[in-house]
């Protein structure tokens, strides 16, 4: 026992020192029996696994530590190995499974486990943690696939010198660029390079060497040869490669190929330059300038580009009134004889007669077999016809050009030709339009002008745009004064009327119809004027509202005429009447006085006697009234102050309308001129006024009466604060036989228009129903009145 005990202390010590020996070596050693079990894992690969030993030992190593994908192959490997077959046993890869299911890769070497007597018993496997190493392998190999592919790849042609100069490497790009193989380039040295021209050779070897000696070089260019003889041109940039310690290691050249990089500069600066003299042409046509300027200027725009072989002489012909020939509108140093026989030239005569006639380009060598005439010789070899076309494609011109050399233009030529015919054919257009235009304009100004009505042309929300200046004279506005200002609220104030009017704007908006409507407006001389207002919409080819013609007819006179006609047959009529009437009521009122003078009359038929005499006196009021109306006299004319005039008649009636609470107030301007008039006419008309007012305030109120001079007239209102009235009734004010009263005769303010009318004056009322009533008389003043 004593021996065992001693055995197994010593194998303790020999395990221990194992162990510790197992971690000194950094990796990983894992002991396995026959089946496959861990019976040994040393601390640091247990570490490696991300579990402890005593987690690990005891399980199925390949079940648990390796990746699905490599047990199998595994297994048989270990299968193999305690199987006792003979084989060389080598070091070899294989990736292991950590604790958090990640794979770490590791370099394995295996050998079999033994007892006494020889029999193995597992197997034990050391290995190290390569990972970092493997990445980094990766990594290196990953960034000599990227170097080669961007090498293969690089649009420009790489080559890649030794520290000799001979090439070592090229890529794909010089092949598929010079059509030469690698093997044709490699091992060479510049001096043999096949694709570089002598010149070419010379200078790449001299800036080779200045680049070893630790010049800065920059970029330079050389000439190439193809496999096919084909010159291009190469920009050259170069670079010495070092290592870590400054050693060269190897010249790295790029060459970008610019042969079309310089077709496309000078491309660019032909496009400029055509640009530049389209851009010319435009601004000028902008000017104000005549279109013969204009072409004479379009020749040596088009003579300056230096990129077409012309000779410095052109000519450039319009048609012009008549048809069928063309006219020399502008040149550039053509001879003499040329310009005296193109003068005028017929369609189909000559190159540019058949340019007008097929109106297609066209390209002659003999000028004198084009003009049947014999030309002087000189360095002009070839001659250009181009048609200037419109946009229907009609004829508009031909420009002919003289070329130095025989061969035609060619197909960009050609196009820059015909856009700058197309150019011109744009201007020459729009020149000739805006003459029509403006011989229109001065044709339609000059028959707006004479016009004997108004004009005007709104825009959409009925804004006055223009108006023609009959408008100055027909109301004394200046023109300014009714421009930007709304047509419906300046000529339709009343709100009925712009109902109406916004009716009829609607239909030129939807149904395109004519309206017409009938307003009343005052000049500045506070005459009032009848205006009959005919509408008609202007449209677009999509039948879009444009703008609104507005013409306005001064029907005043016929109105008045119209309205005097009227009351003249009223007046006749009513004269008749009151004839008729009074000799029977004359009857009456004598047979009734008589009556009365007849002694014992009984007292109730002396009553109604008194009665009948009474009212056939009311009745020859009426009447008097009635021939008053239909004969208006101007009674005794003299001159009178109107203030004193007014006042007589305040003073007379003031009481009794203090008394039904009415209070009037006076504001009277003086050193007012005296008028010629029938004071007691114009104080029947105040008087008038003055009762209609009280009537207008059944509970009382105020009465203001104003005077002032306005103009050349004298200006009189009679303000009330009453019920006021409709715009009906306004309208219907002084019209014979009108009243709202239920005891009226409606003859009273006719009466008063009648006088007022008589003085040549103005009578017309301001009024809103709840708002009170303003009668307004305008009596002329006479030339050089004097203050009253």
Known sequence: ITKEKILEQELKIQLERFNRFCNVMGGIVVALDLNKKVTFINKRGAQLLGYKQKDIIGKNWFKNFLPKRVRKQTEKAFESLISGEPRTFGSYENPVLVKDKKEKAILWSNTVLKDEKGEIIGTLSSGQDITQLKKAEESALESERRYREIFELAPQAIVVLDKKGRVIDVNRKLYDWLGYKPEEVIGKSLLRLPYLPAKSKVKAFQMFSQRLLGKEIPSYELEFTTKRGERKVGKIDAVLVRDNKGSILYDLVMISNITEERKIQEGIRRVRQEEAVITSLLRLSLEEVTLEEILDKALGFLLSLSWFSFENRAGLFLVEEEEGYLTL???????????????????????????????????????????????????????????????????????????????????????????????????????????????????????????????????????????????????????????????????????????????????????????????????????????????????????????????????????????????????????????????????????????LMEENVPGEVKRNLEIIMKECQRAKEIIQRLLTFSRPSRGEIKKIDINKTIEEVLQLIEHQFILANIQIEREYSQDLPLISADEKQLQEVFVNFLNNSKEAMPKGGLIKVTTQREGKFLRIEFKDTGIGMTSEELEKATEPFFTTKEKGTGLGLSVCEGIIRAYKGRLFFKSKKGEGTTAIVLLPLEEGGEGG
């Open 329 to 595: 509108k502008a040149q550039q140093n053509l001879p003499k004889e040329v310009k005296e026989r193109c003068k005028k030239v017929s369609f189909g005569e000559c190159l540019c007669g058949r340019t007008a006639l097929t109106k297609q380009i066209q390209f002659t060598t003999s000028l004198e077999e084009s003009y049947g005439l014999r030309y002087r010789k000189g360095i002009s070899q070839g001659y250009w016809s181009i048609p200037i076309l419109s946009g229907k494609k009609e004829i508009l011109g031909v420009i002919t050009l003289y070329l130095r050399e025989k061969a035609h233009p060619d197909k960009s030529q050609e196009e820059f030709i015909k856009a700058f015919a197309n150019v011109l054919a744009g201007i020459i257009e729009r020149r000739r339009a805006r003459e029509e235009l403006e011989k229109s304009r001065a044709f339609i100004k000059r028959t707006l002008e004479m016009a004997q009505g108004i004009i005007m042309v709104l825009d959409k929300e009925a804004n006055i745009i223009d108006v023609n200046e009959y408008i100055e004279k027909l109301t004394g506005f200046k023109k300014k004064y009714f421009l930007g200002k709304n047509w419906i609220s300046l000529f339709m104030p009343q709100e009925k009327e712009s109902l109406e009017i916004h009716e009829l704007f609607k239909k030129c908006f939807v149904d395109r119809e004519l309206g017409c409507h009938e307003t009343e407006f005052l000049t500045k001389d506070r005459n009032k004027l009848t205006i009959s207002w005919y509408i008609s919409g202007v449209r677009d080819e999509k039948g879009s509202l444009l703008v609104t013609i507005v013409v306005g007819v001064d029907i005043t006179q016929r109105k008045e005429a119209e309205k005097l006609q009227r009351l003249a047959q009223l007046g006749r009529l009513v004269g008749d009447m009151a004839h008729e009437v009074n000799n029977p009521l004359m009857v009456v009122s004598g047979r009734a006085q008589l009556s």
